[in-house]
């Protein structure tokens, strides 16, 4: 019944700040039941965990990307958006939101998770 839709520019220059939603139906992002995740795969290369938030608002991010990387929650929209800053093109890639009803540190296996959205690819380019 979840189900994640991410949203967002696909084109940026670098240096500019990529600005990502993932809305969600058929869940409110404040139940204690899932985690809201950030993930990516650039091309030709394996899946990479980004961050997540708890339905209580807490987030956490991959070491790699914490000085950039923020994840947040719009709960007047049943959104998760996602920032990420000072964009190179080593940030192209296809970016997805997932839920899971458990809670792992950069966890990149599929069977964690319970349901993803579509994926949006974001390209940087100068």
């Known amino acids: 019944q979840v189900q994640l839709q991410e949203s967002g520019p696909g084109l940026l220059k670098p240096s500019q700040t990529l600005s990502l939603t993932c809305t969600v139906s058929?869940?409110?992002?404040?139940?204690?039941?899932?985690?809201w995740n950030w993930l990516r795969q650039p091309p030709g290369k394996g899946l990479e965990w980004m961050g997540v938030?708890?339905?209580?608002?807490?987030?956490w991010y991959s070491p790699s990307l914490k000085n950039r990387l923020s994840i947040s929650r719009d709960t007047s929209k049943n959104q998760v958006p996602l920032q990420l800053g000072s964009v190179t093109p080593e940030d192209t890639a296809v970016y997805y939101c997932?839920?899971?009803?458990?809670?792992?540190?950069?966890?990149?296996?599929?069977?964690?998770?319970?349901?993803w959205g579509q994926g949006t690819q974001v390209t940087v380019s100068s």
């Open positions: 938030i708890s339905g209580s608002g807490s987030a």
């Open positions: 058929g869940a409110s992002i404040r139940s204690e039941y899932y985690f």
């Open positions: 997932a839920a899971a009803k458990t809670f792992i540190m950069s966890a990149t296996d599929t069977a964690h998770y319970d349901t």
